[in-house]
């Protein structure tokens, strides 16, 4: 059989195709490997401001549910107290609850709960309730300097990573036992950092398939014009599903579906490399080398994508 036979080519391209897809598993197995609960979680961050820097407060999130994942309301039994840094060592004691009773004797109008959870805040703060965050909620503050409360609205949680801002300034929580009514504004914003980490994705993957393109003797520029405008609506398309599920669902399922379309990705462009690059050509072009060339660029770019995805959450952490 002669060497260079389009039979011996075929078969060299299917090892090198198969030898990819596992270097592209074990990359991907690597980067995230499978527990029962591992990851980032989703969280919901409330960031409080106009608060003099001596201040000393506390935040808390009050649920919709009187029970959320293992948190849960207070009813009177010792053995569903939740946070015990309040209790005395000796045993549970009502009278001893400290800021820890003050939540729980708080009477919400429309029946949300206190879930044993909150944090002591001083000045401009946040506080995250970062696993298993109520989805509909309001933002409970006590002063106990004053003895007095502001809680927001309802809200509800809107991505998975949800940001509430609440501007205290002008305010009145000073006034003795009051209970002050605030919008706790949600900060729906995309991240220009993760459209930044998605540009230069694109620019990168472009440039490389491009370089990759020239290597395998598709230097004619109605080729190059061809390769790039496919690969550029590809990465679009691509990397504006990675953003929605960055946005709503976190890094972890964004990047698994980031793999999973890539594969998709993979597919399109040889079908659309081997069926239409040989009109842009003034030379035939072989199928075998365009679907070869369309496992190669997208692997080599897959993997600098995944480099980039993975020191972007590194950056941003």
Do not use: C
């Not at 933002?139 to 502001?150: A, G, N, R, T």
Request: hydrophobic share 50%; charged share 20%.
């Amino acid at each position: 059989m002669n060497p260079k036979s389009p039979l011996r080519i075929k078969a060299r391209s299917t090892r090198l195709a198969i030898a990819l897809f596992f270097v592209l598993a074990t990359l991907i197995s690597v980067a995230f490997p499978v527990s029962a609960d591992v990851g980032p979680k989703e969280y919901t961050l409330v960031s409080v401001k106009g608060v003099p820097d001596d201040t000393v407060y506390y935040g808390t999130l009050l649920s919709d549910l009187p029970h959320q994942a293992f948190y849960e309301v207070f009813t009177g039994d010792p053995r569903l107290k939740y946070n015990w840094e309040d209790i005395d060592s000796e045993g549970f004691d009502l009278n001893n609850g400290g800021i820890w009773l003050t939540f729980v004797e708080f009477e919400d109008p429309d029946g949300y709960y206190y879930l044993q959870q909150h944090w002591e805040l001083k000045g401009n703060d946040t506080f995250t309730w970062g696993y298993y965050p109520p989805d509909s909620f309001k933002v409970l503050l006590y002063f106990p300097e004053y003895d007095s409360f502001v809680i927001s609205q309802i809200e509800e949680r809107y991505a998975f990573d949800s940001i509430f801002m609440i501007d205290l300034e002008g305010v009145d929580y000073q006034t003795p036992g009051t209970t002050t009514i605030i919008r706790a504004v949600p900060d729906k914003e995309i991240n220009v950092m993760w459209v930044l980490d998605v540009a230069v994705r694109i620019v990168l993957t472009l440039g490389i398939e491009l370089l990759i393109a020239l290597g395998f003797g598709f230097r004619e520029k109605s080729q190059l014009k061809f390769i790039g405008t496919v690969n550029l609506i590809t990465q679009i398309l691509m990397n504006v599903v990675f953003l929605y599920f960055r946005f709503t669902e976190g890094i972890v399922a964004s990047t698994v579906m980031y793999f999973l379309i890539e594969f998709i990705v993979l597919f399109v462009e040889a079908v659309l490399y081997v069926l239409l690059l040989k009109r842009f050509s003034k030379k035939p072009v072989s199928r075998v080398l365009a679907v070869v060339y369309a496992f190669v660029a997208n692997g080599v770019s897959f993997v600098v994508g995944l480099v980039s995805v993975l020191s972007f959450q590194a950056l941003v952490l």
